[in-house]
Structure formats: C-alpha cells, structure tokens
C-alpha cells in the first residue's frame, strides 16, 4: 500500500521540522515548503493527497494558497488544512470562503489533527 503524501507549507523552521516528524511516524510521506509561493508551486508539480498550509507565512498567505489551489482544476480535489495559533473569527470565515477542508490550531501533539487527516485521507481500498 503507497503512503499517502502531506505537502506541509510552514515557514517557522522548528514547528516544521517537529510537525513533519510527528506524521512520518503516523506513517505520511511529508514533502514541506517554508512560504505559500513555494508550497503553491510544489502542489502543482508533486500533486499531494492533502496539503497543511500554515495561515501566516511569507510570499502568500495560507487563505491565498488555499484560494489558488480550490481555483485550478487539477489540484481542487486535494484537501486543504489551515494550521494556525489564531482561531479570530475573521481567520475562520476567511479559510470557510477559501474552500478549506479542515481548520485546525497549530499544536504537534494535536489529536484533533491526526483525526482530521484519518477523515480526509481515507486508507487505500
């Protein structure tokens, strides 16, 4: 059975490196990118079974990624998980309009994202 691949966009280095070694050990291959423009260009070429974008990052935010990505045929069927440290009502509303799948707070230990990512990556059949 092939691991599904996570391409994680994260521009603060520590969170990233910790993050990506909590779901390589859940059994994900993660492909990471530290700015929006980056993690923009990667989905287009690697075409991830779901991407985590960060809500803050430099180049392009995670709401512009998310917007360019539910935009472009090829890629909308990917789901889309906004991390952040900052759940203000605008940031969610944001993410909602943007077509995000899952909206989840930034923590490496989070179970609420391991059951996000089990509910949007289904085991293969």
Not at 3 to 11: A, N, P, Q, S
Not at 38 to 45: P, Q, R
Not at 73 to 91: A, D, F, G, W, Y
Not at 107 to 121: A, G, P
């Amino acid at each position: 059975m092939a691991r599904k691949t996570i391409l994680y966009v994260e521009d603060n280095l520590t969170y990233q490196k910790m993050l990506r070694l909590r779901l390589t050990a859940l059994g994900y291959h993660v492909i990471t990118a530290e700015n929006g423009l980056e993690g923009y260009n990667l989905a287009k070429t690697v075409k991830p079974d779901l991407v985590l974008l960060d809500l803050n990052m430099p180049e392009m935010d995670g709401i512009q990624v998310c917007r360019l990505l539910k935009f472009d045929k090829r890629l909308q069927h990917i789901p889309i998980v906004i991390l952040t440290c900052n759940n203000l009502e605008q940031n969610v509303r944001a993410a909602i309009k943007a077509h995000v799948d899952a909206f989840v707070m930034k923590d490496t230990r989070s179970e609420v994202l391991v059951q996000t990512l089990k509910r949007l990556l289904p085991p293969n059949r």
